[in-house]
């Protein structure tokens, strides 16, 4: 499911022009910050766009204020060493396509701790694309500051702007188990047990907690998913995809007026209906991810009847109280999960999904009710 624009909602002013000879980029809209470029093939450092040519001073604890003090950790690689890591960006080597880019293996010179070659993850967006660029810019400066056991690593960026197009690239870790959607939704894996179920879960949790709580800054994900959720060697899940996140409101407002994006069937009813973004944003689309992680269906099916189609829908015919309240769960699981733990797990969720924001647990209760259903193991 890719990510939109919502017509609802307060209307952004538009950049008038991204990655040209004089181009703007407004990554937050309560800021202003010039990204400007030339017509050389030299490498545009993204430190430099923001701390070079910030139009207004960010405030002491701002996401570009704390990337001028820790982003300088990232690797700048040049656009040839990507090429050649990704045989010219062979198709034998891609790992996935998204609306702004596509996402390739590549393998580094450089070696790792075995003395091999180190595999990464190079996301190459589209050269053309305004919004794509912008979601670079914003990947770079937030995953330049945050550090998390549960966030994806950035290794570092490519920007090059020339006379043959403007190319702005991403290299991750490399995240071999690919996303926790592969492995719901697609037979062609096996099946999650439940205790790797709750695991992945609760990890990406404690995530978000620290996107909401553990930073100077409070920062809203915003695309909460399960295809957001990467899954390493050891199946620990890493969050993924930055690039709709936001900083969160700061001293006494309440929320940020934004323009309204992310994924169908994922956002806020609330959010998208005001445009007010607030952290109960991602506690809302934590909710939808649950609801799917019990049933292994999607937030959204065409192809199942009419009555079943929107997840959200159905499982209210079969609330956790119900005594038949197993048949909203995953037929894979084969009944191998303790019942009364599936059912706190789903009174959870609706807690998140409750229509009012602020009665909405935050993500820091979220973990600990997590915790307390891992430890329920009694069949029944």
Same mark, same amino acid.
């Given at each position: 499911?890719?990510?939109?624009?919502?017509?609802?909602?307060?209307?952004?002013?538009?950049?008038?022009?991204?990655?040209?000879?004089?181009?703007?980029?407004?990554?937050?809209?309560?800021?202003? +910050?010039?990204?400007?470029?030339?017509?050389?093939?030299?490498?545009?450092?993204?430190?430099?766009?923001?701390?070079?040519?910030?139009?207004?001073?960010?405030? $002491?604890?701002?996401?570009?204020?704390?990337?001028?003090?820790?982003?300088?950790?990232?690797?700048?690689?040049?656009?040839?060493?990507?090429?050649?890591?990704?045989?010219?960006?062979?198709?034998?080597?891609?790992?996935?396509?998204?609306?702004?880019?596509?996402?390739?293996?590549?393998?580094?010179?450089?070696?790792?701790?075995?003395?091999?070659?180190?595999?990464?993850?190079?996301?190459?967006?589209?050269?053309?694309?305004?919004?794509? %660029?912008?979601?670079?810019?914003?990947?770079?400066?937030?995953?330049?500051? !945050?550090? %998390?056991? @549960?966030?994806?690593?950035?290794?570092? +960026?490519?920007?090059?702007?020339?006379?043959? =197009? @403007?190319?702005?690239?991403?290299?991750?870790?490399?995240?071999?188990?690919?996303?926790?959607?592969? %492995?719901?939704?697609?037979?062609? +894996?096996?099946?999650?047990?439940?205790?790797?179920?709750?695991?992945?879960?609760?990890?990406?949790?404690?995530?978000? !907690?620290?996107?909401?709580?553990?930073?100077?800054?409070?920062?809203?994900?915003?695309?909460?998913?399960?295809?957001?959720?990467?899954?390493?060697?050891?199946?620990?899940?890493?969050?993924?995809?930055?690039?709709?996140?936001?900083?969160?409101?700061?001293?006494?407002?309440?929320?940020?007026?934004?323009?309204?994006?992310?994924?169908?069937? +994922?956002?806020?009813?609330?959010? &998208?209906?005001?445009? %007010?973004?607030? &952290?109960?944003?991602?506690?809302?689309?934590? =909710?939808? !991810?649950?609801?799917?992680?019990?049933?292994?269906?999607?937030?959204?099916?065409?192809?199942?009847?009419?009555?079943?189609?929107?997840?959200?829908?159905?499982?209210?015919?079969?609330?956790?109280?119900?005594?038949?309240?197993?048949?909203?769960?995953?037929?894979?699981?084969?009944?191998?999960?303790?019942?009364?733990?599936?059912?706190?797990?789903?009174?959870?969720?609706? $807690?998140?999904?409750?229509?009012?924001?602020?009665?909405?647990? =935050?993500?820091?209760?979220? !973990? $600990?009710?997590?915790?307390?259903?891992?430890?329920?193991?009694?069949? =029944?």
């Amino acid at each position: 499911m890719g990510c939109f624009n919502f017509k609802k909602g307060p209307k952004s002013k538009p950049n008038k022009s991204v990655a040209s000879k004089k181009s703007s980029n407004k990554p937050f809209q309560s800021k202003t +910050y010039t990204e400007k470029s030339n017509n050389s093939s030299n490498s545009v450092k993204p430190d430099q766009s923001i701390t070079k040519s910030v139009t207004s001073t960010p405030p $002491r604890y701002s996401i570009p204020n704390l990337y001028e003090q820790r982003g300088q950790k990232l690797r700048v690689f040049d656009f040839e060493e990507l090429r050649a890591a990704t045989n010219d960006f062979n198709r034998a080597l891609k790992l996935g396509e998204g609306g702004f880019g596509t996402v390739f293996k590549g393998f580094l010179k450089c070696r790792d701790s075995n003395g091999e070659r180190l595999v990464v993850a190079v996301k190459r967006l589209k050269q053309k694309s305004l919004q794509g %660029h912008k979601q670079w810019l914003a990947e770079v400066l937030f995953l330049g500051v !945050v550090e %998390h056991t @549960n966030l994806v690593k950035l290794v570092g +960026y490519c920007s090059v702007d020339g006379e043959k =197009g @403007n190319q702005r690239l991403l290299v991750y870790e490399f995240m071999p188990n690919k996303t926790l959607e592969d %492995h719901l939704f697609s037979r062609a +894996y096996p099946p999650l047990s439940w205790d790797l179920r709750l695991q992945i879960i609760l990890g990406s949790a404690e995530g978000l !907690v620290y996107l909401h709580e553990g930073l100077e800054v409070q920062i809203i994900f915003r695309d909460f998913k399960a295809s957001n959720i990467l899954l390493d060697k050891e199946f620990k899940p890493k969050l993924s995809d930055f690039g709709l996140a936001r900083e969160g409101p700061t001293a006494s407002k309440t929320h940020v007026s934004t323009a309204v994006v992310g994924t169908h069937g +994922y956002a806020a009813p609330d959010y &998208i209906q005001t445009g %007010h973004l607030t &952290i109960k944003s991602d506690v809302w689309s934590f =909710g939808v !991810v649950l609801y799917e992680l019990l049933t292994g269906r999607r937030s959204l099916e065409q192809n199942r009847p009419r009555a079943e189609q929107k997840l959200l829908n159905w499982v209210k015919q079969y609330p956790p109280e119900a005594t038949n309240f197993s048949v909203i769960m995953d037929p894979r699981l084969r009944n191998q999960y303790p019942l009364k733990a599936a059912r706190e797990i789903a009174r959870l969720a609706d $807690r998140c999904l409750v229509k009012d924001p602020k009665q909405r647990p =935050g993500m820091t209760e979220v !973990v $600990r009710v997590l915790k307390e259903a891992m430890q329920i193991k009694v069949k =029944g």
